[in-house]
């Protein structure tokens, strides 16, 4: 059997910026002195004239992006997620979400999978903190052909958008000809009538496995694949509650404030029903390599597999 590929979406998110600027003539790219980790280092090799680096001032990155925004450009302020959505919080929230001005923020080395920076740079609250930002699309892409999908998706929609992109290469889970990416509408991966698994980010790959053991064990479980958190695809999630009666979901983040709590929020609303959320449990990251941390806090398909039977058990 073949290995299967993988791809950081941050390296993802790079490439899309260089075809998107074959393309828009008003496309700028910024980033805070990190544009090789970022990727924005390949748009900048292709339209150096277009790229702006604005240094260690995430802040006063997010000040201009408004700034070209107003002018009628299409920015993209990019770093990584713990300086975009957390440093530059206040300047984000006013000086783009308020006037809601068309600037993207791409957000990379997200979540503890950013490994040995350790807990000061493993950014587990930036969806929770995007959430609370009228207007604010907030998108998390589950491979490399969606990660591209949600750059261009985001360069054509008019207002503030926020990318989440990652570190570690994850596996490409949707390279088949009817994939179809739709800002705020989930996709089924799986369909299943037991439960249902909602995951976003690294996260879609890892419960597909989770979905592969525990059909081995009867257990039918239906996968949704939600990479747009805000606004989010309420009637997919209440039609999958009423299905399945129980919803588990899974995110490499807090489970404070992000896809679980949007969860909870819709199907309290509108349909209760038991949610079990699996995330990083209201503490920080700590240094690592990538791979042992998502072990080690139970993001991993063997983690999430073992908590999914415990919930099912009690």
Known sequence: ?????????RESYGNALVELGAKMDNLIVLDADLAAATKTGTFQKAYPDRHVDCGIAECNMIGIAAGLAATGKVPFASSFAMFAAGRAFEQVRNTVGYPHLNVKIG?????ISVGEDGATHQCNEDIALMRTIPGMVVLNPSDDIEAKAAVFAAAQYEGPVYLRFGRLAAPVINDHPDYKFEMGKGIVLKEGKDLTIIATGLMVAESLEVAKKLEEEGISAKVINIHTIKPLDEELIIAAAKETGKVITVEEHSIIGGLGSAVCDC???HHPTPVFKIGVNDTYGESGPAVALL???????QGIYAKVKDYLNQ
């Open 1 to 9: 059997m073949s290995e299967v590929k993988k791809i950081a979406t």
């Open 107 to 111: 957000a990379t080395h997200a979540g």
């Open 267 to 269: 199907l309290s609303a």
């Open 295 to 301: 072990h080690k806090y139970g993001l991993d398909a």
